[in-house]
């Protein structure tokens, strides 16, 4: 059961993200199950869970501004609904500096328990074995972006951290989700060098010309 504090928080956001279906991969439907994940990850250790709660609902703030912002573009408003919501002058800057610190933008730095607990929220949604099926189809088509680019994306950012066994801090995302995250990079590598095999070449043009892609 989350404090009356959250709840208001929640509700004002809910208002917030519910005309935002634009948001494919940073929408209520992302919060909700980083939030609910970071609950589930403290259970690791001894954080404040209100504040964690806050600064889970509020982590991608910055992208309801602007969709390429930055996490610390974010402050301003996360500041004004942390305050609406009954937080108080003390509490919103360690919020923030609980988001700043979970940010893949900042990774690798000697961050809070409750700043890993969040981040690695954040990160497992990244490699749902149903996001590919859910998001990512509909990202491309929507988008018509480039295969190879967002493949090399993908690979750029996870691949460093997965081999140097940097993905996940905590325990329990390592022990249950570890396998998701390798999983998931496989099948990017695999999309990436199918792309040189010139029939998916051909098949990948009959699916632009019939507007799939
Ligand atoms: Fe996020």
């Given amino acids: 059961m989350s404090s009356p504090r959250v709840e208001a928080l929640r509700t004002t956001l809910r208002e917030i993200y519910s005309p935002r279906d ?10 909700t199950f980083v939030t ?7 259970r690791e250790f001894d954080v404040d869970v209100e504040l964690l709660e806050a600064a889970a609902l509020t982590h991608d703030l910055n992208f309801i501004t602007n969709v390429k912002s930055s996490v610390d573009d ?9 305050s609406k919501a009954g937080f108080n002058e003390h509490e919103i800057p360690d919020i923030e500096n609980l988001v700043h610190g979970s940010s893949t933008e900042f990774s690798g730095g000697d961050i809070s328990d409750s700043s890993k607990v969040l ?6 949604f990244k490699v749902l074995p149903v996001s590919p099926m859910i998001l990512s189809a509909r990202y491309i088509t929507e988008t018509k972006v480039d295969i190879e680019k967002w493949a090399d994306r993908i690979i750029r950012d996870q691949k460093p951290l997965l081999d140097a066994d940097k993905y996940f801090y905590t ?3 390592k022990e249950k989700y570890l396998t998701w995250a390798r999983l998931n990079l496989e099948w990017v590598e695999a999309v990436k060098q199918s792309l040189d095999d010139p029939d998916v070449q051909l098949f990948l043009k009959d699916c632009k010309d019939l507007g799939y892609i």
Avoid at 74 to 82: D, F, K, M, S
């Fill in 22 to 31: 634009d948001l494919l991969f940073h929408g209520w439907h992302h919060i």
């Fill in 74 to 82: 974010g402050r301003e408003i996360r500041a004004e609904v942390l």
């Fill in 36 to 42: 609910r994940k970071s609950l589930e990850f403290a």
């Fill in 119 to 124: 981040s690695d929220a954040d990160k497992l």
């Fill in 171 to 173: 325990k329990m995302a």
